[in-house]
């Protein structure tokens, strides 16, 4: 069997929505497996190694995934993905065969909380955020020079920005709004900073006027060229796309569950 991503989705889709398990052929290497899943769904979480489950695993971390096992697990690794875990390693079939396997299980997502329009100014958006999408990870980049990225750029940042960046890492919301981990200056001659974009080509901006970064406000770029500009800060932007089905850039419509795609896992 050659494995590509092509082949991945295939045996996904044979697994089904529902979940699922299979041992795949001894040829194949099972790290060319997980290479292809770190590809798509970012950095795993190890819940098994050389045999030893790690004591800390329960259904927030992926705990369905061994069920299928029982105590025949040797290595597996798991990415949360909307409404499923998916996992892969190796294990020993029922003739003591340790062998690649493949397995997906359900995933129970906390209902996002709703935002409303009187939310109020004490709202923290950025741990609204991590309930919206069930962020339970440390932070992925505690550690940003953000003294010399501003030095660099020559101006201040917004806060909930610098604790985007620091709480999320590199990645994308539900795979596809792409936070970037500088801002980009690409239409600073519009005064203009890109903070994240999606893959539709909307650029998520800040007008950066002011020397209060704390209160830019975010502009819309679209792909056709056009701004529309929103009267509140990045953090609270991501989370009313998110839930909200009446914003103009909702991603309501299409996922039903929300998470952060990680890309890497640390810096």
Known sequence: ???????????????????????????????????LLCDRYGAPRTLVLDGFTDPTVDDSKGAALLGAFEDRAVTIR???????????????????????????APREVPEPPRVVEDEGEDVDWVVRLEQITGWTQPARRPDVDWTETESRLGTALPSDYKRMVETFGEGAFDGFLG??????????????????????????????????????????????????????????FVCRVLTDPHHPFTMVHYFDTHWFMNYRSSD
């Open 179 to 236: 936070l970037n981990q500088e801002p980009w200056t690409g239409l600073s001659r519009d005064g203009l900073l890109i903070w994240a974009g999606t893959e539709h080509e909307n650029l998520y901006c800040w007008k950066a006027d002011g020397d209060d970064p704390d209160r830019w406000t975010v502009v819309v770029r679209s792909f056709d060229g056009e701004d529309v500009a929103f009267d509140c800060r990045a953090a609270e």
């Open 78 to 104: 798991a990415w949360a993905y909307g409404d499923q875990w998916v996992g892969t390693g190796t294990a020993h079939d029922a003739e003591g065969i340790e062998r690649p396997v493949l397995v997906v």
């Open 1 to 35: 069997m050659e494995l590509t991503q092509s082949t991945v989705n295939d045996l996904l889709a044979q697994l089904g929505p529902g979940g699922g398990h299979m041992y795949l052929p001894l040829d194949l290497d099972p790290q060319h497996v997980t290479d």
